[in-house]
């Protein structure tokens, strides 16, 4: 079995109780309340701008020239995506970009810095597998929303942002990358790598679960 197909069957459960979060139901049905939704946008554009630049950290410790190039280029996306926010959606959803709106609350924070350590101290097997969940989780929800997307939901052109095909390839390639890394490294290691995906997992539906319930730090 492949590392990846482990990986999956690992965070099953946890997948369901992503599809079945309020946070997921609403979108799908257009009908999250827009505070919910302008908070997870505050949170995604600072989250993106780090996260970014995990990717780009990878890109600079990969030995291959080939993996460097393509997590060049997902560090780069994810600074696209980023702008994307800023320049259409914060406009669309009236997002208030002043700085104090814009603080990263602790969901955010925390997933940050995870993978930022994760990156900076674990072997790189391991911050690829931290990394995947943010790519193949979005791939899944989005399929998943597309799949049963009710006609005028106000949230579609965000959505199909993690729909379309060059996303599709691009989320393929990183888990190639995660499997060939599986395979030519250790047990131990590959032990390392699956709890990596499963934290970075859980960690994804802590930021969808703050963006639902406005979760800040306390005043
Ligand atoms: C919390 C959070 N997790 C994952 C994504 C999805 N995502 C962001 S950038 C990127 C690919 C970069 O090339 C992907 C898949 C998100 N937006 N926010």
């Known amino acids: 079995m492949r590392w990846s197909n482990q990986a999956w069957t690992n965070?099953?459960?946890?997948?369901?109780?992503?599809?079945?979060?309020?946070?997921?139901?609403?979108?799908?049905a257009g009908t999250l309340p827009l505070k919910k939704?302008?908070?997870?946008?505050?949170?995604?554009?600072?989250?993106?701008?780090?996260?970014?630049?995990?990717?780009?950290?990878i890109g600079s410790k990969s030995t291959e020239n080939d993996q460097a190039i393509q997590f060049f280029d997902f560090g780069k996306n994810a600074l696209i995506v980023e702008k994307a926010l800023h320049?259409?959606?914060?406009k669309q959803f009236k997002v208030v970009d002043a700085h104090e709106d814009s603080a990263i609350q602790p969901i955010c924070h925390h997933y940050i810095h995870f993978?930022?350590?994760?990156?900076?101290?674990?072997?790189?097997?391991?911050?690829?597998a931290a990394v995947l969940p943010c790519f193949w989780i979005y791939k899944e929800v989005g399929d998943y929303i597309v799949a049963k997307a009710q006609p005028n939901n106000p949230y579609q052109a965000w959505i199909d942002t993690y729909s379309g095909e060059d996303f599709a390839e691009g989320v393929k390639k990183a888990i190639a990358f995660a499997d060939k890394m599986a395979e030519n490294s250790t047990e131990d290691i590959r032990i390392q790598m699956w709890q990596a995906f499963e934290k970075a997992s859980q960690l994804e539906y802590q930021f969808w679960d703050a963006a639902y319930h406005t979760i800040r730090w306390k005043e």
Do not use: C, N, W
Request: hydrophobic share 50%; glycine share 2%.
């Open 87 to 90: 320049e259409t959606y914060f």
């Open 37 to 57: 939704f302008q908070f997870y946008m505050q949170q995604d554009a600072r989250y993106l701008e780090h996260f970014g630049r995990v990717l780009a950290y």
């Open 115 to 128: 993978l930022k350590s994760t990156a900076a101290f674990e072997p790189i097997e391991v911050a690829v």
């Open 11 to 28: 965070i099953a459960p946890l997948y369901d109780h992503i599809i079945a979060m309020p946070f997921i139901q609403e979108l799908k």
